[in-house]
């Protein structure tokens, strides 16, 4: 059975940084391609970053590039969302997910973590 447990949400002022882990369990993590998707009060859920199984490529939606980071760890099964400069907008549940290799859906998803951004 696959889980994802996400972690490192909290309360931030806007500018702060924060770092989420997600660790994959159930999963041969090193073929699986994981991203983090949010969803704030009254929006749809968006995706926000993604990494390839060996970490070579990323995307990110427009509205956090170069203020985040996705990486992800191997041998710990776990990856990450570095988020700095961050600003009251990317108040949401974020959510980690998992996909297989060449799959172009994303299968598996976490339970959420809140993220809120004070101004």
């Known amino acids: 059975q696959v889980q994802l447990v996400e972690s490192g949400g909290r309360l931030v002022q806007a500018g702060d940084s924060l770092r989420l882990s997600c660790v994959a369990s159930g999963v041969s993590f090193s073929t699986t391609g994981m991203g983090w998707f949010r969803q704030a009060p009254g929006r749809e859920r968006e995706f926000v970053a993604s990494?390839?199984?060996?970490?070579?490529?990323?995307r990110y939606t427009d509205s956090v590039k170069g203020r985040f980071t996705i990486s992800r760890d191997n041998d710990r099964n776990t990856a990450y969302l570095q988020m700095d400069s961050v600003k009251p907008e990317d108040t949401a549940v974020y959510y980690c997910?998992?996909?297989?290799?060449?799959?172009?859906?994303?299968?598996?998803w976490g339970q959420g973590t809140q993220v809120t951004v004070s101004s």
């Open positions: 990494i390839t199984t060996d970490g070579a490529n990323t």
């Open positions: 997910v998992a996909k297989a290799k060449m799959s172009i859906r994303w299968e598996h």
